[in-house]
Every structure is written in structure tokens, then in C-alpha cells.
């Protein structure tokens, strides 16, 4: 079973690698932006399906990573990489100095604290010169979606297999005590503090990445779109659809949602909008834990899977 699994794997990568061969310009250009958004939902995982901390404060590093491409490239006429690297660098400034007093907080209070900061770093940012204050930086353009595309598989490959190494590592095993009873992992010897700082900051350098190769892809950068707080709520939906605190359900959750997202956007486009509302409703009423979950257990108890989370939401 494990053998079949690791084959199919392998085949729907190698199908993924050589969609620019066979893909159109618009299905490639679809597949760039669910790539990232994948990447942004396995980013997520880490802090909020492992670690057990929704944070809405992701938008932030994915900005941030936006900005630093930006600014490297239109105000120091720097290489896209060294432009990847600084966003990075500020992914994790801004992760260790406001990690630890962030993550402090518990609960509601955390995801309300994470969700203030996309709005303060927008607002710092609209009145920064270097990074082109309201007007926002138009970066030198690259005609080559495939490109972009390859960045994007490669990335979201380099988080999978994160995510893959956190399952098996001490690290990954001391998030997921944190995310079960946070008070029992500390008398385990865990040491919470470092482990989550080290969660949030993982989490914002692939953030970082994937704000990057957006910015260079589409060559416009400004604060209300590179701190969106929509977006941290996609990555959010995306991840807990498909299933948080697993190493695929992410993924399969972007791909889904965003392939069906485009077909009512470009269909119904009154739907479209209410569509990511929907999937909240349904994915916390009748499958909270995913649709990883649901592939796990609804063989052994039918629809009573559905009945019994129906039951647990009081509805």
C-alpha cells in the first residue's frame, strides 16, 4: 500500500513538472497560482495544523517576502535571488522579534493578535519611502511563466517534504504535544517557547518564498494586495479542507478549492464570491479534521461520520 501511495506520488509530480510542455498559457498560469497557494496552506500547517496556533499573521510574511524582491530589484537594481534572500531575512526578523510576545497568547486572543498585524504592517509600509509608500513598486517584467512555475513546484515540494521530515523529527513531535496539551508538553520537558518561535518562523520563510516569486511573476507590488488578510484566510480554508496536521490533505485541499473557485469565477460569478463561505461552513460542521480524515474513517463508519460531527457542533 505504502509502495502504491510513493508511486502515485511520483506520477502526479512528474505530471506536474511537465505540464509546461503539454499546458496552456492559462493553465499555466492557473497552476502558478494554486502552486503558491499551496505552499501558503502547507506554511499554515506548520504553525496551525501541527503546532495547533491558527495565526492570521502569515499574510504578513508573505508581504514581507513580496517586498523584499521588490525592493531589492527596483531600488538597488539587485539579482532576483538576493532579493528572495532579504525577504527571507525579514520573514524572520519579523518572526523572532514578534513571536515571542505573540505567542504567549492562546486561542481567540492569538488569531485576533495575528490578524492585527497584516493591517499594522500595511499601514508602516504605505509610509515607507523605499518601498514605494501608497503608490507600490513596479518591478522589471520576465516573460516566462514556466519559469515561475517550476519555482513554484520546486517550493511547494521543499515545504512537502518539511512537513514530511516534522512528522518523523523530535521537532515535529514536540509541536504536536504543544498542539494536543500545551501544559502536558511543558511537564514532558518540552521546551514550548522555542519550539513555537522556531513553528511561526518556519512557517513565514516559505511564506516569504512563495510572496516573492508572486511579486517578480506579476510585477506590481503594493500594501493593501501584498498583506491581504483574504489570502491568510484561503491558506486557512485550503489547509483545514483538506486536512490540518497532515502532509498532503493541504495540498489536496489548494487544489480542489482552487480549481473549483476558477470555474465559478469564470461561470457564476455571483457564487464565486460566496464560495470560500460555504466551504467554511461545511468543513467545520461535517468534516472539521478534513478530507483526510473523512478518506480515513468514512469506510469504517459511513455517513455516520457526518451525523457524529454534526452532533459534536450542537447543530
Known amino acids: 500500500m505504502k509502495l502504491l501511495r510513493f508511486i502515485l506520488i511520483v506520477l502526479v509530480l512528474i505530471a506536474l513538472a511537465l505540464l509546461p510542455l503539454y499546458g496552456s498559457d492559462v493553465m499555466i498560469q ?14 499554515w500547517n506548520i504553525i496551525g495544523g501541527y503546532t495547533g496556533y491558527a495565526s492570521f499573521g502569515n499574510s504578513v510574511f508573505y508581504g514581507l517576502g513580496s517586498y523584499g524582491v521588490g525592493i531589492a530589484m527596483v531600488q ?3 539579482p532576483f535571488g538576493v532579493g528572495m534572500a532579504l525577504g527571507v531575512a525579514l520573514a524572520v526578523i519579523f518572526a ?3 513571536g515571542l510576545p505573540v505567542l504567549r497568547l492562546k486561542g481567540h486572543y492569538f488569531a485576533i493578535a ?3 498585524l497584516a493591517q499594522i504592517m500595511a499601514a508602516i509600509v504605505s509610509n515607507i519611502k523605499i518601498a514605494g509608500e501608497n503608490i507600490g513598486l513596479v518591478l522589471p517584467p520576465l516573460n516566462n511563466d514556466p519559469l515561475f512555475y517550476e519555482l513554484s513546484l520546486v517550493l511547494l515540494v521543499l515545504v512537502t517534504l518539511t512537513i514530511y521530515w516534522l512528522t518523523r523529527s523530535r521537532f515535529g513531535f514536540g509541536l504536536i504535544a504543544i498542539r ?6 511543558v511537564v514532558m520537558g518540552v521546551d514550548t517557547t522555542r519550539y513555537k518561535i522556531m513553528a511561526f518562523t518556519l512557517a513565514g520563510i516559505f511564506s516569504a518564498l512563495a510572496g516573492g516569486i508572486h511579486a517578480y511573476w506579476i510585477t506590481f507590488l503594493d500594501p493593501e494586495s501584498a498583506f491581504d488578510i483574504t489570502l491568510n484566510v484561503k491558506m486557512i480554508i485550503m489547509a ?11 495540498i489536496v485541499g489548494s487544489f480542489i478549492l482552487s480549481a473549483i473557485s476558477e470555474i465559478l469565477s469564470s461561470e457564476v460569478t455571483s ?19 478534513g478530507l483526510a480524515d473523512v478518506l480515513r474513517r468514512f469506510r469504517k463508519l459511513g455517513w455516520r461520520y457526518f451525523i457524529e460531527n454534526i452532533r459534536a457542533n450542537r447543530l
Not at 240 to 249: A, D, E, M, S
Open 30 to 43: 492557473f497552476g502558478i497560482s494554486t502552486l503558491l497557494l499551496a505552499v501558503l496552506a502547507q506554511g
Open 76 to 78: 538597488f537594481h539587485l
Open 96 to 98: 523572532l522579534c514578534l
Open 114 to 116: 495575528t490578524l492585527a
Open 180 to 185: 494536543e496539551n500545551e501544559e502536558g508538553a
Open 240 to 250: 483545514v479542507f483538506g486536512g490540518p496536521g497532515t502532509i498532503l490533505g493541504p
Open 271 to 289: 457564487i464565486a464570491g460566496l464560495f470560500f463561505g460555504v466551504v467554511i461552513v461545511v468543513a467545520v460542521t461535517l468534516m472539521p479534521r
